[in-house]
């Protein structure tokens, strides 16, 4: 966070009260908008929290907000047959969503959901747009997000569909890593995924995902403690990684 916030109270809808700093503090995405473009936004903005696992949206909703991700950690993904979860892309703490669909004035072609408890600020669609409109560096900037995001998304289905399954694992460990980063000891991956979770971002089965890392912790590129993911040897996961 940034230093001397001017902090203010808005409602919440799972806690009675939270105390979230304005967008503009949050992602300079906003910074370039007018004082008075910015009292728009606050107007038509608000703070909801959600529980581990809650949905934010289901796939076929149509969009009514775009959004932006405060605190914890989300999934968005696709169900296939059977029910099985493809994870599209794991957001971090002021990365948007929600806005692509909206946009092209279509339904979501995700779903969106919590995998930790996490609060989303929601901006009122006809705000949004009406933002993109009116200010040509702000859509400017926002059109860079938007490259940036389908950049991503090209290189992960490239990624899906050629590389095995140890590469594709790699990747994930990788792309876990350059997301959220590492804790205090430099090494551990500060996500912690159930192996179920890992095997749908890295579109494997869940046995196929364990077998994958315990061959890894053979192999010494990693450790494991339970949820906990240890990196050992950056320069072979990397390695793996681009190999397929």
Known sequence: MHANLNWRIVMSRKQALEEIPALWELNVVWNVLTDEQKDYISQNAKVY????NEIIHHEGDIPTHMMMLVEGKVRVYKEGVGNRIQIIRMLKPYDFFGYRAMIA?????TSV??????????VKKEAFLNIIRENNEFCYLFMIEMARDLGQSDKRSVSL??????GRLAEALLSLKDNYGLDEDEATISM???????????????SNAIRTLTSFAEDGIISIDGRKIKILDMEELIHVSRIG
Request: aromatic share 12%.
């Open 49 to 52: 929290t959600f529980k581990k």
């Open 105 to 109: 004035d279509e339904a979501y072609n």
């Open 113 to 122: 959901s919590a995998l930790e408890p996490s609060v989303v600020y929601y």
């Open 161 to 166: 569909t050629q590389k095995h399954t140890r």
């Open 192 to 206: 912690y995924m159930s192996r179920e979770d890992l095997a749908n971002l890295s579109n494997m089965t869940t």
